[in-house]
T-cell receptor, first 116, second 113 residues
Protein backbone atom coordinates (compact mmCIF):
# COMPACT_ATOMS: atom_id res chain seq x y z
CA UNK A 1 0.00 0.00 0.00
CA UNK A 2 1.70 3.17 -1.19
CA UNK A 3 -0.84 5.60 0.23
CA UNK A 4 -1.91 6.60 -3.27
CA UNK A 5 -4.55 4.39 -4.87
CA UNK A 6 -5.42 4.48 -8.54
CA UNK A 7 -8.37 2.81 -10.23
CA UNK A 8 -8.79 1.06 -12.51
CA UNK A 9 -5.41 -0.66 -12.92
CA UNK A 10 -6.15 -1.48 -16.55
CA UNK A 11 -8.54 0.17 -19.00
CA UNK A 12 -9.31 -0.54 -22.64
CA UNK A 13 -11.49 2.01 -24.37
CA UNK A 14 -12.62 2.87 -27.85
CA UNK A 15 -11.93 6.23 -29.41
CA UNK A 16 -15.54 7.35 -28.95
CA UNK A 17 -15.84 6.29 -25.31
CA UNK A 18 -15.82 8.47 -22.21
CA UNK A 19 -14.09 7.14 -19.13
CA UNK A 20 -12.53 8.48 -15.96
CA UNK A 21 -9.41 7.59 -14.02
CA UNK A 22 -9.54 7.97 -10.27
CA UNK A 23 -6.81 8.70 -7.77
CA UNK A 24 -7.11 8.85 -4.00
CA UNK A 25 -4.37 9.70 -1.51
CA UNK A 26 -4.48 8.79 2.15
CA UNK A 27 -1.39 10.76 3.19
CA UNK A 28 -2.85 14.16 4.03
CA UNK A 29 -0.90 15.76 1.20
CA UNK A 30 -1.99 19.06 -0.32
CA UNK A 31 -0.75 18.69 -3.90
CA UNK A 32 -1.65 16.10 -6.55
CA UNK A 33 -0.34 15.40 -10.02
CA UNK A 34 -1.13 13.49 -13.20
CA UNK A 35 1.76 12.06 -15.23
CA UNK A 36 1.77 10.19 -18.52
CA UNK A 37 4.37 7.55 -19.30
CA UNK A 38 4.50 6.22 -22.84
CA UNK A 39 6.63 3.27 -23.82
CA UNK A 40 10.35 4.05 -23.75
CA UNK A 41 9.72 7.69 -22.84
CA UNK A 42 10.24 9.77 -19.70
CA UNK A 43 7.34 10.63 -17.47
CA UNK A 44 5.49 13.69 -18.74
CA UNK A 45 3.83 16.00 -16.25
CA UNK A 46 0.25 16.69 -17.35
CA UNK A 47 -1.52 18.52 -14.53
CA UNK A 48 -0.68 19.87 -11.10
CA UNK A 49 -3.14 20.74 -8.36
CA UNK A 50 -2.09 22.55 -5.20
CA UNK A 51 -4.69 23.10 -2.49
CA UNK A 52 -7.32 21.90 -4.96
CA UNK A 53 -6.50 24.58 -7.51
CA UNK A 54 -4.94 23.76 -10.84
CA UNK A 55 -1.54 25.42 -10.94
CA UNK A 56 -0.16 23.86 -14.10
CA UNK A 57 -1.45 22.46 -17.35
CA UNK A 58 1.40 21.42 -19.61
CA UNK A 59 -0.29 21.96 -22.99
CA UNK A 60 -2.35 18.83 -22.60
CA UNK A 61 -5.05 18.25 -25.28
CA UNK A 62 -8.58 19.09 -24.19
CA UNK A 63 -9.63 15.45 -24.55
CA UNK A 64 -7.99 15.07 -21.11
CA UNK A 65 -9.91 16.91 -18.41
CA UNK A 66 -8.75 16.85 -14.78
CA UNK A 67 -10.90 17.36 -11.72
CA UNK A 68 -9.83 17.80 -8.11
CA UNK A 69 -12.92 17.98 -5.87
CA UNK A 70 -10.88 17.92 -2.65
CA UNK A 71 -7.30 17.44 -1.52
CA UNK A 72 -7.65 13.66 -1.35
CA UNK A 73 -9.18 12.93 -4.74
CA UNK A 74 -8.10 13.53 -8.30
CA UNK A 75 -9.80 12.47 -11.49
CA UNK A 76 -8.78 12.42 -15.12
CA UNK A 77 -11.76 12.44 -17.47
CA UNK A 78 -11.08 11.00 -20.90
CA UNK A 79 -13.08 11.44 -24.10
CA UNK A 80 -12.48 10.86 -27.81
CA UNK A 81 -8.95 9.64 -27.21
CA UNK A 82 -6.52 8.57 -29.91
CA UNK A 83 -4.49 5.36 -30.06
CA UNK A 84 -1.34 7.38 -29.32
CA UNK A 85 -2.84 8.24 -25.94
CA UNK A 86 -2.26 4.64 -24.87
CA UNK A 87 0.15 4.81 -21.94
CA UNK A 88 0.60 4.34 -18.22
CA UNK A 89 -1.11 7.19 -16.37
CA UNK A 90 0.35 7.87 -12.96
CA UNK A 91 -1.03 9.91 -10.11
CA UNK A 92 1.22 11.35 -7.41
CA UNK A 93 0.81 13.46 -4.32
CA UNK A 94 3.14 15.57 -2.20
CA UNK A 95 3.10 17.89 0.76
CA UNK A 96 3.88 21.36 -0.51
CA UNK A 97 5.37 23.16 2.49
CA UNK A 98 6.30 26.40 0.83
CA UNK A 99 9.49 28.31 1.47
CA UNK A 100 11.66 25.87 -0.43
CA UNK A 101 11.40 23.01 2.06
CA UNK A 102 12.30 19.66 0.60
CA UNK A 103 9.58 17.22 -0.37
CA UNK A 104 9.04 14.10 -2.38
CA UNK A 105 6.29 12.57 -4.43
CA UNK A 106 4.35 9.43 -3.56
CA UNK A 107 3.12 7.70 -6.69
CA UNK A 108 0.26 5.34 -7.27
CA UNK A 109 0.66 2.13 -9.25
CA UNK A 110 -0.85 3.69 -12.34
CA UNK A 111 -3.60 2.92 -14.82
CA UNK A 112 -2.52 1.10 -17.98
CA UNK A 113 -4.71 2.65 -20.68
CA UNK A 114 -5.15 1.14 -24.12
CA UNK A 115 -7.11 3.05 -26.75
CA UNK A 116 -8.43 0.92 -29.59
CA UNK B 1 13.04 23.68 -15.22
CA UNK B 2 16.15 22.08 -13.80
CA UNK B 3 17.61 19.77 -16.44
CA UNK B 4 19.31 16.61 -15.25
CA UNK B 5 21.74 14.36 -17.10
CA UNK B 6 22.37 10.74 -16.15
CA UNK B 7 23.82 7.72 -17.91
CA UNK B 8 21.24 5.87 -20.00
CA UNK B 9 22.19 2.48 -18.61
CA UNK B 10 24.53 0.67 -16.23
CA UNK B 11 25.32 -2.99 -15.64
CA UNK B 12 26.45 -4.57 -12.40
CA UNK B 13 26.68 -7.88 -10.58
CA UNK B 14 25.10 -8.99 -7.38
CA UNK B 15 26.97 -7.88 -4.28
CA UNK B 16 28.69 -4.93 -5.92
CA UNK B 17 28.30 -1.28 -5.03
CA UNK B 18 26.69 0.83 -7.74
CA UNK B 19 27.16 4.57 -8.07
CA UNK B 20 24.94 6.55 -10.42
CA UNK B 21 25.91 10.16 -11.01
CA UNK B 22 23.54 12.90 -12.09
CA UNK B 23 24.47 16.35 -13.38
CA UNK B 24 22.21 19.32 -12.65
CA UNK B 25 24.08 22.49 -13.49
CA UNK B 26 21.13 24.90 -13.18
CA UNK B 27 19.99 23.80 -9.75
CA UNK B 28 18.27 26.61 -7.85
CA UNK B 29 18.91 27.65 -4.27
CA UNK B 30 15.59 26.22 -3.09
CA UNK B 31 15.91 22.95 -5.00
CA UNK B 32 16.34 19.58 -3.36
CA UNK B 33 17.77 16.51 -5.09
CA UNK B 34 15.56 13.45 -5.05
CA UNK B 35 16.09 9.97 -6.45
CA UNK B 36 13.37 7.55 -7.45
CA UNK B 37 13.30 3.90 -8.48
CA UNK B 38 10.82 2.54 -11.00
CA UNK B 39 9.99 -1.03 -11.92
CA UNK B 40 8.10 -1.82 -15.15
CA UNK B 41 4.41 -0.88 -15.09
CA UNK B 42 4.66 0.62 -11.61
CA UNK B 43 4.86 4.15 -10.29
CA UNK B 44 8.27 5.52 -9.24
CA UNK B 45 9.22 4.91 -5.64
CA UNK B 46 11.04 7.48 -3.48
CA UNK B 47 14.56 6.35 -2.54
CA UNK B 48 16.37 9.28 -0.98
CA UNK B 49 16.48 13.07 -0.88
CA UNK B 50 19.13 15.59 0.04
CA UNK B 51 20.11 19.23 -0.13
CA UNK B 52 23.87 19.16 0.43
CA UNK B 53 26.72 16.95 1.71
CA UNK B 54 25.78 13.34 2.41
CA UNK B 55 22.53 11.62 3.25
CA UNK B 56 22.19 7.96 4.14
CA UNK B 57 19.17 5.78 4.76
CA UNK B 58 18.52 2.06 4.96
CA UNK B 59 18.67 1.54 1.19
CA UNK B 60 21.07 4.09 -0.27
CA UNK B 61 23.44 7.00 0.21
CA UNK B 62 23.39 10.31 -1.60
CA UNK B 63 26.53 12.35 -2.07
CA UNK B 64 26.24 16.01 -3.00
CA UNK B 65 29.33 18.21 -3.53
CA UNK B 66 29.51 21.74 -2.23
CA UNK B 67 28.54 23.34 -5.55
CA UNK B 68 25.46 21.04 -5.77
CA UNK B 69 25.81 20.80 -9.54
CA UNK B 70 25.88 17.03 -9.41
CA UNK B 71 24.92 14.21 -7.11
CA UNK B 72 25.73 10.52 -6.80
CA UNK B 73 23.35 7.81 -5.70
CA UNK B 74 25.18 4.91 -4.10
CA UNK B 75 23.52 1.50 -3.79
CA UNK B 76 25.53 -0.88 -1.58
CA UNK B 77 25.66 -4.58 -2.43
CA UNK B 78 23.00 -4.64 -5.15
CA UNK B 79 20.85 -7.66 -5.82
CA UNK B 80 18.83 -8.84 -8.80
CA UNK B 81 15.78 -7.06 -7.38
CA UNK B 82 17.55 -3.71 -7.75
CA UNK B 83 17.22 -3.99 -11.53
CA UNK B 84 15.11 -0.94 -12.34
CA UNK B 85 15.19 2.57 -13.76
CA UNK B 86 16.62 5.21 -11.43
CA UNK B 87 15.61 8.84 -11.82
CA UNK B 88 17.37 11.90 -10.48
CA UNK B 89 15.11 14.90 -9.96
CA UNK B 90 15.86 18.42 -8.91
CA UNK B 91 13.18 20.74 -7.64
CA UNK B 92 11.49 22.43 -4.75
CA UNK B 93 8.09 23.34 -3.49
CA UNK B 94 5.46 24.66 -5.82
CA UNK B 95 5.32 27.86 -3.77
CA UNK B 96 8.97 27.98 -2.68
CA UNK B 97 10.57 29.37 -5.80
CA UNK B 98 12.33 26.15 -6.70
CA UNK B 99 12.22 24.30 -9.99
CA UNK B 100 9.32 21.95 -10.60
CA UNK B 101 10.23 18.29 -10.44
CA UNK B 102 10.85 17.02 -13.95
CA UNK B 103 11.69 13.45 -14.86
CA UNK B 104 14.49 12.81 -17.33
CA UNK B 105 15.18 9.56 -19.13
CA UNK B 106 16.61 7.92 -16.03
CA UNK B 107 19.30 5.25 -15.73
CA UNK B 108 18.39 1.65 -16.46
CA UNK B 109 20.35 -0.46 -13.97
CA UNK B 110 20.69 -4.13 -14.80
CA UNK B 111 22.02 -6.44 -12.09
CA UNK B 112 23.20 -9.91 -13.04
CA UNK B 113 24.35 -12.95 -11.10
Amino acid sequence: ETGVTQTPRHLVMGMTNKKSLKCEQHLGHNAMYWYKQSAKKPLELMFVYSLEERVENNSVPSRFSPECPNSSHLFLHLHTLQPEDSALYLCASSQDRGGGAGYGYTFGSGTRLTVV
Amino acid sequence: LAKTTQPISMDSYEGQEVNITCSHNNIATNDYITWYQQFPSQGPRFIIQGYKTKVTNEVASLFIPADRKSSTLSLPRVSLSDTAVYYCLVGGDLTGGGNKLTFGTGTQLKVEL
